[in-house]
């Protein structure tokens, strides 16, 4: 009985070198390559968007209702560009979720003005599936 006990346990165990190191999505070079495309190519970014796209526009004022059926069409889109922190006033951050997809938030340094992108990989490849528009949230 010992035996065995030992046997699985010295199966059980894992020797650190053989641990696989998962990579987060957005530290692939495949969700990077799609990323540098989607900021710098027009039709290649208006061709990985999930139209109608769920989000949300920026508020205009302290009295802005926004409206929770809003999306955002290929006639209202504006395009997005390469990201930049303007000498570091903004920063990124990304969140993994379960399903494929990832979050990118981007905010000001005081954290009032905050813009979200989903991502999602769909049947198709990536895809933007939601943009909250750069606001005071």
């Known amino acids: 009985m010992i035996l065995i006990n030992l046997i699985f346990l010295?199966?059980?165990c894992k020797n650190s070198d053989s641990v696989e190191q998962t990579v987060a999505l957005y530290d692939t070079e495949e969700f990077?390559?799609?990323?540098?495309s989607f900021s710098r190519d027009s039709a290649f970014q208006i061709?990985?968007?999930?139209?109608?796209?769920e989000g949300m526009?920026?508020?205009?004022?302290?009295?802005?209702?926004?409206?929770?059926d809003f999306r955002w069409t290929p006639q209202t889109?504006?395009?997005?560009?390469?990201?930049?922190?303007?000498?570091?006033?903004?920063?990124?951050?990304?969140i993994d979720l379960?399903?494929?997809i990832?979050?990118?938030?981007?905010s000001d340094n005081s954290g009032l003005y905050t813009m979200e992108r989903r991502?999602?990989?769909?049947?198709?490849?990536?895809n933007l599936i939601y943009y909250r528009e750069m606001g005071k949230y």
């Open 10 to 12: 010295l199966t059980g």
């Open 32 to 36: 990077k390559t799609f990323l540098d």
């Open 47 to 53: 061709g990985h968007i999930a139209f109608p796209l």
């Open 57 to 68: 526009p920026a508020p205009k004022d302290s009295t802005y209702i926004l409206d929770p």
């Open 77 to 94: 889109w504006v395009l997005h560009k390469p990201y930049d922190d303007y000498n570091g006033t903004f920063s990124r951050s990304y």
């Open 98 to 100: 379960a399903g494929g």
């Open 102 to 106: 990832v979050i990118e938030r981007v």
């Open 119 to 126: 991502f999602a990989k769909l049947s198709v490849g990536w």
